[in-house]
Nanobody
Framework: QVQLVESGGGLVQTGGSLRLSCATS????????MAWFRQAPGKEREFVGA????????DYGDAVKGRFTISRDNAKNTMFLQMNSLKPEDTAVYYC????????????????WGQGTQVTVSS
């Protein structure tokens, strides 16, 4: 059984930065595509970005492109999300997810999820 645990969320002011981590166990981490999603109250879960198995390719949602960066450390079974120039509209619960094969922007394409970490950006 695979487990994903997010950490690093918190409260930050507009324009600030946060770095989220997603630690995994129970599977060979390097075999899987990893992704970040977020969900704000009353909204659908939104694709933030994804990274391929080796970490050589990434994809980002339009709302975060140029501000957020995804990376992974396969030796430590961990994925990261560096969030810069944060805006109040980035406020959401952030989830990491894992899937075999190439990345997918749909939440339904990911069978494994973490419990989420809250990010709040104050204006």
């Amino acid at each position: 059984q695979v487990q994903l645990v997010e950490s690093g969320g918190g409260l930050v002011q507009t324009g600030g930065s946060l770095r989220l981590s997603c630690a995994t166990s129970g599977r060979t981490f390097s075999f899987y595509t990893m992704a970040w999603f977020r969900q704000a109250p009353g909204k659908e879960r939104e694709f933030v970005g994804a990274i391929n198995k080796s970490g050589s390719s990434t994809d980002y949602g339009d709302a975060v492109k140029g501000r957020f960066t995804i990376s992974r450390d396969n030796a430590k079974n961990t994925m990261f999300l560096q969030m810069n120039s944060l805006k109040p509209e980035d406020t959401a619960v952030y989830y990491c997810a894992l899937r075999p094969g190439i990345w997918n922007r749909s939440p339904g394409g990911y069978p494994y999820w973490g419990q989420g970490t809250q990010v709040t950006v104050s204006s």
